[in-house]
């Protein structure tokens, strides 16, 4: 996946929360929201796991030593722990 890959998810997700926010603001039905809102919710994981391929292929580990590929990977792992709710 490239930049502009990502760019595109990323404003379609902010077209989603918009609805979700204008569907919020107009009362709607909130069985509506809650399915809207999920589905913003299962875009931006996908587009986490992109980001994070699209890092892995393109970024991590090139041209440094051992050290600075550990660094790089406990950062990561310290990322994905944080916000994905994975256990040590």
Not at 17 to 38: A, P, T
């Amino acid at each position: 996946m490239d930049i502009n890959k990502i760019l595109s998810r990323l404003k379609a997700i902010k077209g989603q929360l918009g609805l979700v926010i204008s569907m919020v603001e107009n009362k709607r039905d909130y069985f509506s929201v809650m399915q809207q809102s999920m589905a913003v919710n299962g875009g931006l994981k996908k587009l986490n796991c992109r980001i994070l391929q699209y890092h892995l292929k393109n970024h991590a580990f090139k041209d440094t030593n051992a050290e600075e590929q550990m660094l790089d990977f406990e950062r990561l792992m310290e990322v994905v722990k944080k916000h994905q709710s994975c256990k040590s």
